[in-house]
Each structure stands twice: as C-alpha cells, then as structure tokens.
C-alpha cells in the first residue's frame, strides 16, 4: 500500500507519542533495577578495576596508576596459582553434585505422598538459613575433636577413635569437605528451578512414551532431561556464578587451609586485601572471576537460547 | 471534646505544638548540651576476660567521662573482625576516635595521627615503654609512632604437669628437645599429642616464630632485609616436622585459635602455646584439670629462647577522628590506671610501661585464683623472651601482611606434611616473602 509523505508526517508524532508513552512506564519500571545494579554491582567492580591497577593499600592517602604490575605480581604467587585451580575444582565438583542431586530430589518431589510439603521445606532449609550459620554447624560436624561423624563411625568400628580422618586437615579430605558442604548448601536452590522445570512438562509427552513401552531411564533421559535443558542451564548458570563467587564456606570452615590447599580467588582476595591490607593486590585477585564469569555466563546464556529456540 | 467553656484544643494544634516542641528541642536545648558535652567514640575487642570489658565500660570509661565532660561511647567487636571494621572505617572516613587493633596496624600509618605525643606525655610520668611496645608502633623510616601501645599479652607454655611428670619432666619441658622428646614419650604411653598447630591461624603463626627464633632464624634481619632462606630456618623445619611426626596428629592442621585451648581443657593435648586464657578458663570451668596445667616460659631453642607476645594491643587515632584530643588525654590517663587495668584482666594483659605496675612480679607471684598461687610467678621474667612479630627488626606493613596471609605457617606446614623438603619450602617463602616486601617498600 503507497503511503503518501503528509500521512508519514501526521502519523509519526502520534506515534511518538504512543511509544514514548510506553517507553516511560517502561523505564519508570526498569530504572530501580538498574540503580541497583549500578550502585551495588556496577560502581565496586569499576572501584575494583581502579584499584587493581593501583597501589592501593588499606592506609593508603592518594592514588597511583601501576599498570598490570599487581596483575604480575599476583600470577608468581604459588598462593594464588593454588586458588585459581581449586576454584574450578570447588565449582565443576560441586556443581555435577548439585545438578544430579536436585534432578533426583525434583524428581522424587514431584510425586504427591503423604509429607511432601514438609519434605520440601526441609530439603529448603539449607539454602533459606543464612549460610554462616550452616557453615558454622558444619564447621562442628567436621572438628578434629568433637566430630559427630567420627564418633558415629568411630561407634560402627569403621574408623580408629584415636586417629580418626582429619576432615579438614587433609588437603583431599578438606577439599571433599567444602564441597560437600557447599553443595548441601545450593542442592535446594536448584531443586526448586528444576522442580518448576518438571511441572511444565506437558503430562502427556511421558505417557504417551509410557504407552510405547518407555521405561522410566529412557523416558528421563529422552524426554524429560532434553525438555528440561535450559532450566538445568539456568540453575547451572546461577550456580557456577554463586560458587565461584562464594568465599563463606572455604573461610568458615578452612580459611583457606591446610596450607592453602583448599584457597579460592574470593577467599585469597578477601586474606589480600582486607586482611592482609594489600588492597590493589586483593582486587587483582578478584578481577580474574570476571572474566571468567562473564564467559560462562556468555556461554551458559547462548546454550539455554539455543536450547529455547530448538 | 471539652464543653466547660474553655476552648479545647484541637488534634491538629495539639500535633503542631508537638511538632514545634520538638524542632525548638532539636535546634536548641540539646545544642547547648553537645557543646558541653563532647563524645569519644572507642572501638575494641571483647576482651578474653569478661571482667576486664565491665572495669573498662562500666569504671574507667564512667570515670573519664565525668572527669572531661565527655560521653565515652565504647564499642566491642569480635577478634576476627578486627581488621575489616578499620579497612571500612577507612574507607568511609568515619568512626571511631580511638580504634585498637591487636597486632601492630602498621600500613594505617599515612591514616593515623603521629603518637609521639602520647609516648612523651606517658614517659614523662612512666618512663621508657618496653622495647617490645617501641617496634611495635614506630617506624624508623618515617621516625612515626603508628600507633600507641599500653599493653601485651604473654604467650607461654601450658603443659599437663600429671602427664609430663611421669615421663621424667615434672617442670614441664623447658626446651623444644625437651618437648619433642617428652612429648613422644606420653603420646605413646598415654595417647596424649602436643598441641603446637600448623594452620593458617594466629596461634600457629606465634608458635611457628618462636620455633623459628629459637633456632636463630628469622623472617628478616634487623633492617628489615628478607632472610628467611637460611640454615637455622631449615634446621627449625626439619624439627617441626619431626616434632609432627613423632608427638604430633593429623588434627593440628585443622585448627582455629581455640582450638588448643579446647583441645588441652578437654585432656586431650599434653602441652600448648598459648596465653593464660587456657589456665583461666580451667580455673573457671574445670577447677580438677586447672590443677592439672602449669605453665613455662618460652622454651628454649640450640640458640635463644624467646616466643612472640600472644597479642599487642595497639590503640590508633585515625586522623579524622572527630575528638583526637580528648582521645589523646583518654589514653595518657588510661596509662595512669593501668595498674588498675592489669588487675581487671587477670594478669592477661601485660604493661608496656613497667613502672605502672612496679609489684607486678609480687601479684602474679600470689594469685589466689592460680593453683598453686604462684602458678603465674613464671611470667615474672616475661621480658627476658617475649619479643615482636617482625624481630629482631620492626614490626612493618609487610611483616604485617605476611602475618595475616600465613606464609610461615604454610612453609612448616608442607614440609610437615612432606609436600616440600624443608630446602625447597624455604626457598618458596623467601620468595613470597620478598614478593611481599617489594610490594611494601614503595607504599
């Protein structure tokens, strides 16, 4: 249809007000998020690249630019090389043991018996206390001293009272411990993501395979975990983000140790930074999750679009 | 509503003269009084020994306060949070106008006052601090008192007299050959592990210099020059592990700060290195095992014998602190009562200024809490073997950072643990080390 030019120009202001109308509402809606995400997220990491290539300390009065020399300094410390590595130990391990656990607790809390609705808010309650809390407890679990777990092993003659497994003075034993705990910590979380994944599955897809003579493994694995893809990626995507990011666990429970066996970046920036009063160093520490993390979340986000799309 | 002929007043005129009220009691009355009243803001830890914290808030504070015309807030935090609350008070450019840290807060210097001050008005009256208290807060770089001393804790031996007496050492061990050997002796009769940690907390961190000292080694020299890669640091490392191996469990890798106190209270553990929190809180809660631990001095390495102190307090005033003199004044005078102050802490604290104190030797030598009373008497020649964190040089930012993130502790632990021979693990924390105080020199 040939539209004629006077028409164009009597229709484009009513439509700009139309949209700016809309685009109003829209960022009166969309600017307290973003207010937050700059002043809580956006202005500390732009502070934490300032001081990373910076020569703050925590007494310091000025400000003088260093280049990448904290970035240098940081990489020839075997401290950090440690940290690094048992950051992506800390959050593949623990991650694989969430998403399976949370697919098997989803699973199994889809089903209607009698108490489910206290069984879920029991399997919630990890993630809903505050996780110093958690920490702390467990912490306790695993003393050298008054350990439960070794008195209850002690008691089933599985383990020598006298010299009992060190939980988390091992570096192995440390490192399994924190990851544990961690995990107890996040299963919740994701297994409520996958558990509103389950409830979208139309209901017909699992018993129309059952009619074909679908089993419950070939249905799980050909029908149910290819629909639920991308929101295992986004409990994935949250995960891997809240573990890399976590320092709580490592510091309660290890500080780090046995000889920075079980260090993570966050935990070894805060030791840096705030401890240590090397501020600029602590930041240099911090600023290799962003790349990091930017990667996975790029990736993560591509994998849940594609899957969508699919 | 009244009826008598008075006209009542109304809600609103009753909520405007409310209103009026109370902007007239904002702007005006209380102006005055804060111009009289001024206020100073402390922020401290909770001290170990709850009556200490009731004599300092509930009777000195008061005290001070009414003297000066000052209201005397003060606020107590957790050990651990120590160093976090000053980085964010920093940071913010607002706090308190006494803040005390208990190590040495040497990279605050450039955010502190010079405490020079204080230290003439104190010796005026007191003499000379200890030697200890001097590297603890000055820097002879920039001829600046960091920060002002009044105190340090003691960090001896506490052993289980019952245990040791029957392998041949009813004095307890007085050097580390003796611990290594008396201490395999009751581990393999009674079961009983030594308690020195090798973890990456502070307990660890006083235990493993005083081994390191005691052999003649030491993270750097008198000016201040890395030397950490030397003999007698070898020589202390090849100990530690066999002191591990031979005496020691799994279970010292393990620990936070309370654990040897828990560990030795509990009657697991036959000698720790600790302050005197481990025999008070025996006295208090297990008066049978108080019996039990006795207490030695540093023990005695093939050179010295010689420990760090346990903790330094170390009381700074930022340079925005809104009352520096009246903060000034709290700290000389808290000096004048610091005899009073040791009593409060049950000997924990000990002064920087002697003179304070002068029948100190006699107070610890009759305690009537200690079993037997002259329990603590050992403590009389304290500063014969306690020295600071950083000798035989001061205690800097970089000994300081050094400290924090546990690069001693972590050198003995792995070769301990056989991760590194004790050659290779002191060339790895020289490295760090020099890392570290490269970093610092131009700060």
Wanted: hydrophobic share 45%; with cysteine; charged share 20%.
């Amino acid at each position: 249809m040939a539209v004629t030019g006077a028409a164009l120009e009597r229709e484009a202001p009513r439509r700009r007000r139309r949209v700016s109308g809309a685009t109003r509402l829209g960022v009166a809606l969309f600017s307290p998020a973003l207010v937050y995400i700059l002043a809580l997220l956006g202005l500390p990491l732009v502070l934490a690249f300032l001081y990373s290539v910076g020569d703050v300390t925590v007494g310091s009065v000025g400000y003088e630019f260093v280049g990448l020399e904290n970035f240098r300094s940081v990489v020839e410390s075997p401290s950090f090389r440690r940290a690094l590595v048992n950051s992506f130990v800390f959050t593949i391990a623990s991650q694989v043991i969430v998403i399976v656990c949370a697919n098997a607790l989803a699973l199994a809390l889809r089903e209607r018996f009698r108490g489910r609705g206290l069984v879920r808010f029991l399997i919630l309650l990890p993630w809903v206390a505050p996780i110093s809390l958690g920490a702390i407890g467990w912490k306790w679990i695993l003393d050298s001293i008054y350990s439960v777990v070794n008195w209850v092993l002690a008691k089933m003659h599985l383990v020598n009272l006298f010299d009992p497994p060190m939980w988390l003075g091992r570096p192995a034993l440390a490192m399994a411990s924190v990851i544990a705990v961690h995990s107890w910590r996040m299963i919740p979380f994701s297994t409520v993501i996958l558990l509103a994944g389950l409830t979208s599955i139309p209901k017909e897809l699992p018993e129309a395979a059952a009619v074909d003579g679908a089993g419950f493994w070939r249905t799980h694995f050909e029908i149910t975990l290819p629909m639920m893809r991308p929101i295992i990626n986004v409990a994935l995507l949250f995960g891997v983000v809240f573990t890399f990011t976590d320092m709580t666990v490592v510091y309660i429970l290890t500080r780090g140790g046995p000889y920075d066996s079980t260090q993570v970046l966050p935990s070894l920036a805060f030791q840096t930074g705030v401890l240590g009063s090397d501020l600029a160093e602590g930041a240099a520490i911090s600023m290799f999750l962003v790349p990091i993390l930017v990667a996975v979340a790029a990736l993560m986000l591509r994998v849940a679009h594609r899957a969508e799309v699919v | 509503m009244a009826s008598d002929g008075r006209r009542g007043l109304t809600r609103r005129e009753i909520l405007k003269a409310a209103g009026v009220g109370a902007l007239a009691a904002a702007a005006g009355a209380p102006r005055r009084a804060r111009a009289q009243q001024k206020t100073l803001k402390i922020v401290q830890w909770s001290h170990f020994v709850p009556g200490y914290d009731k004599w300092f808030d509930g009777v000195f504070c008061k005290q001070w306060g009414a003297k000066h015309g000052t209201q005397v807030v003060v606020d107590h935090i957790a050990i651990g949070e120590i160093n976090a609350r000053a980085a964010a008070e920093v940071s913010a450019q607002r706090g308190h106008d006494l803040f005390m840290f208990l190590s040495p807060p040497a990279a605050y210097e450039k955010q502190v006052i010079d405490h020079t001050e204080i230290y003439q008005s104190v010796e005026k009256k007191w003499g000379k601090p200890i030697d200890l208290g001097h590297k603890s807060t000055f820097n002879p770089k920039t001829k600046k008192y960091f920060a002002f001393s009044d105190s340090y804790v003691p960090d001896p031996g506490n052993y289980r007299q019952d245990l040791w007496s029957q392998v041949g050492f009813p004095k307890g061990p007085d050097t580390w050959d003796d611990l290594r050997k008396g201490g395999k002796a009751i581990k393999d009769k009674f079961g009983n592990p030594v308690g020195i940690g090798l973890s990456q907390e502070l307990d660890t961190n006083m235990a493993v210099r005083a081994v390191m000292w005691s052999f003649g080694a030491s993270e750097q020299d008198a000016e201040g020059r890395v030397v950490i890669n030397s003999p007698q640091t070898i020589e202390a490392l090849k100990y530690m592990r066999a002191l591990y191996k031979e005496a020691e469990t799994g279970e010292i890798f393990t620990w936070d700060p309370s654990s040897n106190n828990r560990g030795i209270l509990a009657g697991k553990l036959s000698f720790v290195a600790n302050a005197i929190s481990v025999t008070r809180t025996a006295e208090k809660e297990n008066p049978e095992m108080s019996k039990k631990i006795q207490i030695v001095p540093a023990l005695k390495g093939p050179v010295r014998r010689m420990a760090a102190e346990h903790v330094m307090d170390c009381y700074a005033i930022w340079r925005f602190a809104e009352n520096p003199e009246g903060a000034k004044q709290f700290l000389v005078d808290y000096i004048d009562a610091f005899a009073e102050a040791f009593k409060a802490s049950e000997f924990y604290n000990f002064p920087c200024f002697p003179k304070t104190v002068p029948d100190l030797k006699q107070q610890i030598a009759n305690d009537p809490k200690g079993s037997p009373p002259d329990k603590y008497a050992v403590l009389g020649n304290v500063l014969e073997w306690a020295t600071n964190v950083g000798y035989p040089g001061y205690a800097t930012a970089a000994v300081d950072e050094a400290f924090n993130t546990f690069v001693l502790p972590t050198m003995f632990a792995k070769v301990a643990r056989d991760e590194l021979s004790p050659e290779d693990s002191a060339k790895a924390a020289e490295k760090e080390l020099k890392r570290i105080w490269d970093k610092w020199k131009t700060a």
